[in-house]
Each structure stands twice: as C-alpha cells, then as structure tokens.
C-alpha cells in the first residue's frame, strides 16, 4: 500500500534569507548586458549614420536591457519582522501574521502567498522557470517559515 502521508515539514532557514531565481537572474543579467553592447555597437558600426541617429540605437539598448533588469529584479527577503516580496514593478511588505499560506502548486509560474485578508499575492522571487527543484525548496523553506512564525505567535488573526 503506497504511503500517503505529507512530506515532513523541513526546518525553516535561519533569518533573515532571500529567495531568488538565482539562474533566471544571471541569465536576464547576461542578455541584458550583451543586449546592451550589441546594439549600441552596431548602432556605432553603422556608416552613414548622424549623432542623434548613434544615439537612438544606445538609448534603444538602454531601454531593452532595462526591462532585462526589471525581470531579473523579483525577490522573496524574509527576516524577524515579516516578509517583503519584490515583484517586477512592485514591493510589499508583509508581517508574518498577515500570511496564512504559500503555495507553489504543479504548473503554477510562481508561489503565491495567501493573506489574512483573503487574497493572494505572487511571489515572484520563487518561480520554477530554468530551477524547478530550488523553487520548490524555497517554497518550502518559507512555507517552513510561515508555519514556526504563526506558531511562534498563535494569538495573531489567521483570517
């Protein structure tokens, strides 16, 4: 008969840690500075070309490996006092009472962190992309977290 009991839950990291998709950050980081140099070289390269032209080629690069960098910018940073997750335009702060869960189901793009106040919030910083096996351990690891912190304080609302 095929054990059906849960996976033991790992101890929780010591604090403060930050979750990020290592891999997916150094890739993102590599094609925005290669991104970056092609095109402001070949914007450089290009015969026949006047200044504000060289110039719209090495803002254009900018521009491009910016949004490079914004992707790569996602984080989940845990520590005594709660949470702050860093999505690509956004960052939030979360006490550990104000999360009930995390959630890094099979096929899901990223974990999500369910709230006190009923509603989800991605967490970017923890995605399976190029690592699926780290993202399930570091969604793990913080779901570890949530728990010793929810327990540490059980007087706290669990919506």
């Not at 006490?95 to 919030?121: C, K, M, Q, Y």
């Amino acid at each position: 008969m095929p054990d059906t009991t849960p996976p033991a839950t790992p101890d929780p990291p010591a604090l403060p840690v930050t979750f990020r998709p290592g891999r997916t950050r150094a890739v993102l980081t590599v094609l925005a500075v290669g991104t970056f140099a092609t095109i402001t070289a070949i914007g450089m390269l290009l015969d026949g070309l006047g200044t504000g032209e060289r110039l719209s080629f090495a803002l254009t690069a900018l521009l491009l490996a910016g949004v490079l960098l914004l992707l790569a910018r996602p984080r989940v940073t845990a520590d005594e006092a709660g949470v702050t997750v860093v999505n690509l335009t956004a960052k939030r702060r979360l006490a550990w009472a104000e999360i009930i869960r995390v959630n890094l189901r099979n096929g899901d793009p990223w974990a999500f962190l369910d709230l006190s106040d009923g509603t989800s919030l991605p967490a970017l910083g923890i995605q399976p992309g190029i690592a699926r096996q780290r993202a399930v351990q570091d969604a793990r690891a913080l779901r570890a977290l949530v728990e010793a912190r929810s327990a540490a304080a059980p007087e706290a609302p669990r919506g």
